[in-house]
């Protein structure tokens, strides 16, 4: 039985105009990270939908009990609301949400997407096999990645601990979405962290090098890796702002 949703957690769901945008969180994230950006374009008079993920904003043991095929499957879902009502339809994503945004652009005919700090590079095949060897050793739960937020007094909501059999499914979900960085066709915005201890900017640079729609590259001088809520925050809202704006035009 999936537990309570914590306050604030709540996915977030706003009929607009034909213009639809789908907003998506981070692994052991949840909805908060993006809420500001999902509010932001309601009120510019887009139709959005941010789901929030299996297993997030309620207890890492929810989270256990899912996979990578739960958050594709629920993000397609999201995603099949929108095209059922609006025209055209972009994304924005967040680490594993950026990852889950290519899995969609590599596979929907969208209008856009916006990649934050986006995690497309799996762990190396050395780290899997640690995490390996310790859920055989009967550790199932790693350190959690932490805020990572330059900006004082804001918390980062993630949870403490990063369940790790999810989290090698997510790693072997991202190999196929790299594998296929090639078939994305969409305009893209991606903004990346120079400070980002949980995905290195090569991650972004996995995009820039293979992709086969236009790149567009901001970098973010005062924010780590959940930037959303970091010091940069004004400038990813405005510069998605602008960017969807002319996407839609296009």
């Not at 099949?80 to 994503?93: E, F, M, S």
């Not at 190396?124 to 932490?146: F, S």
């Not at 010091?231 to 702002?241: G, R, T, Y």
Request: aromatic share 6%; with cysteine; glycine share 10%.
């Amino acid at each position: 039985m999936t537990s309570e949703i914590l306050p604030g957690c709540d996915p977030f769901s706003s009929s607009g105009d034909g213009r639809g945008v789908l907003v998506l969180h981070a692994y052991t994230d949840n909805p908060q990270t993006m809420r500001s950006i999902a509010e932001m374009l309601a009120a510019l008079g887009y139709t959005v939908e941010m789901p929030r993920l299996p297993g997030h904003g309620t207890t890492v043991e929810d989270l256990k009990r899912c996979r990578w095929s739960d958050f594709v499957a629920e993000v397609e879902r999201a995603c099949d609301t929108l095209t059922a009502t609006c025209d055209r339809v972009a994304i924005v994503g967040l680490s594993m949400g950026g990852g889950l945004t290519c899995h969609l652009a590599e596979n929907r005919d969208v209008a856009g997407i916006a990649l934050i700090n986006p995690f497309l590079k799996a762990p190396p095949a050395e780290l899997r096999d640690g995490v390996k060897a310790g859920i055989d050793a009967g550790v199932d739960e790693l350190p959690g990645a932490g805020a990572h937020i330059k900006k004082p007094g804001v918390d980062g909501f993630s949870y403490a601990a990063m369940p790790a059999i999810p989290l090698l499914s997510v790693a072997e979900g991202i190999d196929v979405v790299e594998a296929h960085l090639g078939d994305i066709m969409a305009p893209m915005l991606l903004l990346t962290s120079c400070e980002d201890h949980v995905v290195f900017w090569e991650n972004g640079g996995a995009v820039v090098e293979r992709s086969a729609g236009p790149v567009e590259r901001i970098w973010l001088e005062d924010s780590c890796h959940v930037a959303t809520i970091d010091n940069d925050q004004p400038l990813i809202e405005s510069a998605i702002a602008e960017f969807f704006g002319r996407v839609f035009l296009s």
